[in-house]
Nanobody
Framework: QVQLVESGGGLVQPGGSLRLSCAAS????????MGWYRQAPGKQRDLVAI???????NYEDSVKGRFTISRDNAKNTVYLQMNSLKPEDTAVYYC???????????????WGQGTQVTVSS
């Protein structure tokens, strides 16, 4: 069993910055891709950014140049640095991790509990 714990959301003014963190904990697992998704009220959950175990990165077009995803493999943690935030970035942000059990060699997908990001003056 693996748990993802997110932190770092909150209320920020337009143009401000926030940093989200997502830490994976558990026993005997290997993390493949980790990513951030967001879901605004009444909308579907969409990809924001993803980073593979090899360091390949993809961003959703609207966040390119403003958001930066990174990971610390030693800490099993992924980060999302969000700069120049806009009201349209307001959403619940979810961490996702594709994880392989080292005991069963089965792949699983885990989601964090979500953290609210509100951009408003």
């Amino acid at each position: 069993q693996v748990q993802l714990v997110e932190s770092g959301g909150g209320l920020v003014q337009p143009g401000g910055s926030l940093r989200l963190s997502c830490a994976a904990s558990g026993r005997a697992f290997s993390i493949n891709a980790m990513g951030w998704y967001r879901q605004a009220p009444g909308k579907q959950r969409d990809l924001v950014a993803i980073i593979t175990s090899g360091g390949s990165i993809n961003y959703e077009d609207s966040v390119k140049g403003r958001f930066t995803i990174s990971r610390d493999n030693a800490k099993n943690t992924v980060y999302l640095q969000m700069n120049s935030l806009k009201p349209e970035d307001t959403a619940v942000y979810y961490c996702k991790a594709d994880i392989m059990s080292l005991t069963t060699r089965v792949n699983y997908r885990y989601w964090g509990q979500g953290t609210q990001v509100t951009v408003s003056s």
